[in-house]
């Protein structure tokens, strides 16, 4: 790993948590990474009151902003009507080169939207792209993209799927990323034109191309990228957080029911608690705005500072790889090549 | 209750394990109910055998069908090509008026191609949708289209709203079933145009849509029908059985870890039975094609006995219901008001 110094912006006021997420998350990102240096953006006040004494030797540079942008405004209002958010100075930082990445746990839309404005995205990027990380049976997949276009056309499933490759590739170290296009299963309709006309110039593509898989094959382990449109995508990835409330909600209901279940609870307790661990969605929290000429990660909007600081983790790394130049010369190269 | 006879005809053949799982499910069926009479159709020397000496009082009837469809083969083959499948002539039995409604575990494609072929679509339904109920949180919900259609229009998404109100009407006893469309939640990209458009159509209708609801509201209870369209319909439910998939194999894994877990894993078995019982997709098996001047039901092509009998019981709630005319009496209503 480089021991160059990294400096990442964060959007402290976006979030539902505000300031409570992000200064403990950042204060924890300093003691973790002693060539990461912050800047915090957003209303000095509130900031410097909850960082009250924390040294941080100079690491940590609060920038101002006057204001907020909200989970409900509008992304042209965010762009026209807030140019002094703490959403859009934080992009800004990037943009300037004063930071290499920015987070922001601010709504999808305007961040998207402002990103894509102050940052521009990279030559044969038509629309930048959602990604993150879902567990499987196996370990993690990626999936893109989750609700930044929508009526994807074949020409830009393939470039998510190079984008994807391509994070892959650098974040998990894997040489080969297995790519997948989701798609339905029945014969009498299987896919739609763009998702055919999309595995057809996969298949053509240098990257690993494994085919179809349907919703299920998400979560089975057997592909390392997970390609859709962002409308399918994103109801996938709702429909998921659905199933997996569900569930935690009946498991608790039945160890309710009596005394006896009660007791085999508490009992069970450990294990229980080690298996929620393991599918806790704040682990996951930090999706990569992909295609853009500069590194955006998208926290959950609710994230608490424990879940707001695993999307900076995200930030460092898509850094220390310099994820927008490789995925930029891996598309040149194989745009020219299909 | 009617205490009319009921005629239900089943494929025996299409699904994955034939005779083994439509036979048993058909005994129980004629056990539970004293007003049903069934026509089995498929290979006649096999169902004959699997039934032995099982006293039917004449109350099955078997009906000798040469071909089987598979799970492989394609519509247009199935439709074309074998004309004599236990398949075919199922649905030929509904279209004679011999049964009220046939049941098949056979491919998805080729079943809803031979079903619309030989029963037609009601007057003002376009394409059929495929329908079933999936639980949540509260109880259960209709889910439609889950696969039959692709692109679907506005127009499209508002013929499945009527026709899952009208089902969920009859069959759940609710007098205004809560029509929810699934969209995504992003301000930017709130919908494409179909799903806006439906919602401006619904909005005007009799019906009483409660709007927009994202995939982890399929879950939550707050609608008793959840439109959208086929691909997306299709994706969500994979989705979901693929996320209740992993986390049951992540919860053995648990369970297995050094022997305290496994003795509180033996504590907590009753109480983690009750709970899979209790999200068992067997339970919820049985899909209505909606739209056809008929009654099928589709199971799943790996349904066991208790499985497939789960599907006879909505076919004969549909018929005792009368759902495709109740479909056409209502549509027509809205179609003339909207």
């Known amino acids: 790993m480089s021991t160059d110094r990294i400096t990442i912006a964060l959007d402290v006021m976006s979030g539902d948590e505000g300031v409570d997420a992000v200064v403990p998350a950042a204060i924890e990102t300093l003691d973790k990474h002693n060539n990461v240096d912050l800047i915090l953006v957003g209303d000095a006040d509130a900031i410097d009151a909850k960082l009250a004494d924390h040294k941080s030797d100079g690491r940590i540079e ?16 965010a762009l026209r009507g807030k140019r002094d958010s703490s959403m859009r100075q934080a992009i800004n930082t990037v ?26 995205t990279l030559p044969g990027i038509d629309r930048p792209a959602i990604s993150t990380a879902i567990p499987t049976v196996s370990g993690h997949t990626h999936m893109l993209d989750l609700g930044a276009n929508i009526d994807s056309s074949a020409d830009h499933l393939f470039q998510f799927a190079v984008m994807g490759s391509v994070l892959v590739n650098a974040v998990d170290n894997l040489d080969e990323p297995r790519v997948a296009l989701l798609n339905i299963g029945e014969e009498a309709i299987k896919g739609n034109d763009q998702v055919k006309e ?8 240098e990257l690993n191309y494994v085919g179809y898989i349907e919703g299920d094959g998400i979560y089975s382990g057997s592909a390392d990228v997970v390609v859709c449109d962002g409308f399918v995508g994103n109801i996938s990835l709702k429909t998921s957080e659905g199933v997996a409330k569900m569930i935690a909600h009946f498991m608790r209901e039945e160890f309710k029911r009596g005394l006896l279940n009660k007791l085999s609870g508490v009992i069970a307790l450990p294990v229980i608690n080690a298996f929620k661990k393991r599918i806790d969605p704040r682990r996951y929290n930090g999706a990569s705005l992909l295609g853009l000429q500069g590194i955006v990660i998208k926290s959950h909007g609710s994230a608490d500072s424990f879940s707001f600081q695993r999307a900076i983790e995200i930030a460092i790394l898509e850094v220390t790889k310099n994820i927008p130049n490789q995925i930029d010369s891996q598309l040149e190269r194989h745009l020219v090549s299909s």
Do not use: F, I
């Not at 609060?62 to 509008?74: G, K, L, N, W």
């Open 62 to 77: 609060v920038r101002h902003a006057s204001e907020v942008v909200t989970m409900d405004d509008p992304p042209a209002l």
């Open 95 to 120: 943009k300037e080169g004063a930071a290499q990445a920015c987070v922001s746990a601010g709504n999808t839309g305007a961040l998207m939207a402002t990103a894509r404005y102050v940052l521009k």
């Open 198 to 205: 999309a595995s057809r110039m996969l298949k053509e593509s």
